[in-house]
């Protein structure tokens, strides 16, 4: 259910005490970039800098005053963050708001504002000596001309058409390439996880006798695979400064180079630079929290970039993080960040850690972000027998088995709302706009939320639970990934892969607590509209648990529940799309029930019958005006015998209007209409310039399939077929679409001698590539002893097979 009280709370605390009867008029401070620090502060005479504007109103905040600091027009250059501390935390109900002055454009930037002395230097480029850099004085890892993003001399050039990077090749650390090169240290490698789960970022320290680059970094994903063989490019390489717009800093003679495009005036243009990480931090804690604190109607931006960073694994997943961001809030309680723009930052915009309580951030256009665009990361000591990677496993007998967290070292209660979240991960590929991990109660309604590289929200783990997504339009996403949804979860907690607990025996041993001993609420999901076009709407991925989505709009992808407990999922439509169950256990107690399918489900390995209900449902067949039972359906999923085909009878699916009209089957089976107009942003500002997703054709036609086909066939006694579509490819866990499925493999069969099992992969046979049954049938047709190398839990494996 949704909380429409907790939307309120938070402003109506802040709120009264402004408007309080008989309050006594809060002080007022005010800032002007034209000001000085010798200066009261008034609004005749304000003060320079963000730090003499603290020390003034903390004098304030100790006589128990309430206090505003206004900001005056302009751009607010930070040598150092500006920290809230608990002495900046009024006492009783005061508050102490930094906002601008009457609406004025203040702007705080993490850079600096250049002069450079431009000359010619070759080719179209032009050069400035920068003596602070030659002395370590100045330091910058993105240039901005005129508030536009240029970038750093790379290979291959910028293209913003490109998908991934903005253009990748294959060849960029070959040796050849590489021999271009006087010396490349100092530049960085950027490429995708080996199966795209994700990205690696690497250092240039020199290279090596044989004219391989010497490298350091690749630490950003936890599930170290190494790096994609052909999505990657190469930047800050002075030889690689060829096309316009591109820069290099040479620290070691404090030069400056640069290609202008045509028709930049140099002599008139603006140049930024981007140098600290942090903007403003929170730094309070549980005892000592920073409370009442309020920063709004501010534009934050222009801060360094922090991918090498990005180091912290994130609790059994491909994730790890860097705890920071251009507002980085520890130890916060009833504070909130509001009405804001943070854009084009170099890491995280938001990034919520540790404790903190009742944080709202809402009315906020949240963009271009380096990393996350809004982060909520709690502490892994929170977590009762934490593990780190994938592969780790603890059993039931040593594993702490008290419910619940362990402190109260989180964030919890706190809410996202009203904010338009578009391109994080400019940077850092895995991210998303919302990142929720270890985290308790986090509300996330009628954002906007697209073009991300990955989810547009993410759930890390069951830990603490009680989140709550409502009325978002989330789109355009995993656009330079693969293997997630515009929704992503996982619910890898301390239950998940038990040694000696067998999870398909789990619920008739009276386990059935396990799945929610770190679950303090479950997770809801609800009127929201999604559309993924590279993988899922929804994607509720491994141990997914205790989650109740309904009132969805599916534009695309479909919804996905892989292994897992609990989840209720009912009354959403999917269109063009279906159900895909993935890998489920026995006795899962899953529900689906009075959704609206446009294709059959899309099974892969779950026992029948399904979960504990999966009934009236309805498949839609446009134009069909009888209702038939879905047989096709119930032959699925050994339930659904209510489910019924016919068509639904929307009312104009042209429009995005999938409410059904009266007299509709779907009503009879007791789905009930939700709006359709409420989805995303209401804001007046920010719905103005939000995008919204694009619509399926009117005749809601299902899209065709893939167009690799299974090919099942017989081989050394199993049963093959070929992987096929991205559902394949996310139940086995395989870096692409490619490869042979071992469906079954007969006891006795020269396929069972070879160690073959039911839901191996084959990748290759003899060292050459498997990419299809046709291609496994032709390698293997006169050998007669073979090394098979298949996938198996997400690890490659090398077996002998010997003919029949």
């Given amino acids: 259910m949704s909380r429409p009280g907790f939307t309120l709370g938070i402003a109506v605390s802040l709120l009264s005490s402004v408007a309080s009867p008989g309050a006594s008029a809060p002080a007022q401070v005010f800032v002007s970039p034209t000001g000085s620090d010798t200066n009261p502060g008034t609004l005749e005479s304000p003060v320079a800098s963000l730090q003499r504007a603290q020390e003034i109103a903390r004098q304030h905040i100790k006589k128990e005053e309430s206090v505003y600091v206004n900001l005056r027009e302009g751009t607010y250059y930070l040598p150092r963050p500006l920290v809230f501390t608990g002495e900046d935390s009024p006492k009783g109900a005061g508050f102490n708001i930094w906002t601008s002055f009457n609406g004025a454009n203040a702007t705080l930037s993490g850079g600096q504002l250049i002069r450079p002395n431009w000359k010619p230097y070759r080719d179209g480029i032009m050069m400035a000596e920068l003596p602070q850099v030659k002395v370590g004085k100045l330091d910058f890892d993105q240039l901005f001309v005129n508030g536009e993003l240029r970038h750093m001399a790379r290979y291959p050039n910028y293209d913003p058409n490109a998908r991934n990077y903005n253009g990748v090749a294959a060849d960029c650390i070959s040796p050849e390439r590489v021999r271009r090169w006087a010396n490349p240290a100092g530049g960085f490698v950027h490429a995708l996880h080996a199966a795209e789960w994700g990205d690696f970022h690497y250092v240039i320290k020199g290279v090596k006798p044989n004219g391989e680059l010497d490298l350091e970094g690749g630490w950003q994903n936890n599930r170290r695979m190494g ?14 400064l060829d096309a316009p717009g591109e820069w290099y800093l040479d620290h070691a003679k404090g030069i400056l180079y640069f290609m202008p495009p045509d028709g930049l005036d140099l002599d008139k243009a603006k140049i930024e630079t981007a140098g600290i990480r942090h903007l403003i931090e929170f730094a309070g804690t549980a005892k000592a929290p920073v409370r009442r604190v309020r920063i709004s109607n501010l534009t934050l931006t222009h801060t360094a970039r922090t991918f090498m ?28 960040i509001e009405d804001c723009v943070i854009d084009q930052v170099g890491g995280n915009g938001i990034f919520v850690n540790n404790y903190n309580r009742r944080l709202t951030i809402r009315g906020c256009r949240i963009s271009r972000a380096g990393g996350n665009c809004a982060a909520f990361v709690g502490d892994p000591k929170a977590v009762r027998s934490p593990l780190f990677e994938y592969d780790k496993r603890q059993s039931f007998k040593s594993m702490d088995k008290d419910p619940g967290p362990n402190g109260d070292n989180y964030p919890s209660d706190c809410l996202v709302e009203d904010c338009l979240i578009y391109q994080p991960g400019r940077i850092e590929k895995q991210t998303v706009g919302v990142q929720i991990s270890m985290s308790e109660g986090i509300t996330i309604s009628r954002c906007s939320i697209y073009d991300c590289p990955r989810a547009g929200i993410n759930i890390s783990e069951g830990t603490f639970g009680g989140h709550v997504i409502q009325y978002c339009d989330v789109f355009d996403t995993v656009k330079e990934t693969g293997d997630h949804g515009s929704f992503n979860s996982w619910g890898r907690d301390r239950w998940w892969g038990l040694t000696d607990v067998d999870p398909n025996k789990m619920m008739e041993r009276h386990f059935e607590y396990l799945p929610k001993l770190d679950m303090v609420k479950p997770i809801e999901i609800h009127d929201n509209r999604w559309r993924c076009d590279h993988g899922w709407d929804i994607d509720l991925d491994d141990g997914s648990t205790w989650y109740h989505i309904y009132n969805n709009l599916c534009l695309h992808g479909g919804l996905k529940n892989r292994e897992g407990f609990y989840r209720t999922v009912e009354n959403n439509i999917m269109v063009d799309n279906s159900f895909h169950p993935h890998v489920w256990f026995v006795d899962s107690r899953d529900v689906f029930r009075k959704n609206i399918v446009f294709t059959p489900y899309q099974p892969i390995n779950v026992p029948k019958p399904w979960g504990e209900e999966i009934d009236y449902n309805l498949l839609h067949a446009p134009g069909k005006q009888t209702a038939e039972p879905a047989k096709v359906l119930q032959d699925q999923s050994g339930r659904d015998e209510h489910s019924i085909t016919a068509d639904a009878m929307f009312m104009d699916p042209t429009k995005g209007d999938y409410r059904v009209k009266d007299g509709s089957p779907a009503l009879k089976l007791g789905f009930k209409n939700f709006p359709m107009d409420q989805f995303g942003v209401s804001k007046p500002s920010l719905k103005k310039i939000a995008r919204t997703p694009q619509l399926p054709g009117g005749s809601s036609t299902p899209t065709p399939s893939a167009a690799r086909t299974e090919d099942k066939t017989q081989w050394l006694g199993a049963t093959i077929k070929n992987v096929v579509g991205p559902g394949d490819r996310s139940a086995y866990g395989l870096p692409d679409e490619t490869g042979v499925i071992v469906s079954e493999a007969l006891m006795g069969s020269a396929a069972a001698r070879a160690g073959l099992y039911q839901s191996d992969v084959i990748i290759e046979f003899d060292g050459k590539p498997v990419d299809s049954v046709k291609t496994l049938l032709e390698l293997s047709k006169d050998a007669k002893t073979a090394k098979i190398t298949i996938w198996r839990g997400q690890k490659k494996r090398v077996l002998e097979a010997k003919g029949p």
């Fill in 309 to 336: 960073d990005n180091k912290e694994p994130l609790l059994r997943s491909d994730w790890t993080t860097y705890r920071g961001g251009a507002v980085f809030v520890t130890g916060s309680e009833d504070s909130s």
């Fill in 227 to 240: 790096m994609h063989k052909d999505i990657r490019f190469v930047e800050n390489i002075f030889e690689e």
